[in-house]
Nanobody, 121 residues
Framework: QVQLAESGGGLVQAGDSLRLSCAAS????????MGWFRQAPGKEREFVAA????????YYADAVKGRGTISRDNAKNTVYLQMNSLKPEDTAVYYC??????????????WGQGTQVTVSS
């Protein structure tokens, strides 16, 4: 059974930094592209970042480019999202996901339960 467990969310102030972690189990981690998505209240879920298993190439949404860094540790089956200079509009539930699709922005097979990030102004 595949499990993706996010951690690291919380309440922070605007301008702070946060590192989210996602521990994966039940899948061949180094065969999956890992992604982060988020969903703010009243909005659709949106892509945040992804990192390919093959070459560690990274992809970012424009909203986090320059402030977010995705990384992975295949030895620990863990993917991270470092977010700096957080803004109130970054407030959302952040989800970790895994895909074996060639498209790093869509068609994810597995999802975590999410971790809440709240940024106060």
């Amino acid at each position: 059974q595949v499990q993706l467990a996010e951690s690291g969310g919380g309440l922070v102030q605007a301008g702070d930094s946060l590192r989210l972690s996602c521990a994966a189990s039940g899948l061949t981690f180094n065969g999956y592209t890992m992604g982060w998505f988020r969903q703010a209240p009243g909005k659709e879920r949106e892509f945040v970042a992804a990192i390919r298993w093959l070459d560690y190439r990274t992809y970012y949404a424009d909203a986090v480019k320059g402030r977010g860094t995705i990384s992975r540790d295949n030895a620990k089956n863990t993917v991270y999202l470092q977010m700096n200079s957080l803004k109130p509009e970054d407030t959302a539930v952040y989800y970790c996901a895994a895909t074996n699709s060639i498209n790093p922005r869509d068609n994810y097979n597995y999802w975590g339960q999410g971790t809440q990030v709240t940024v106060s102004s």
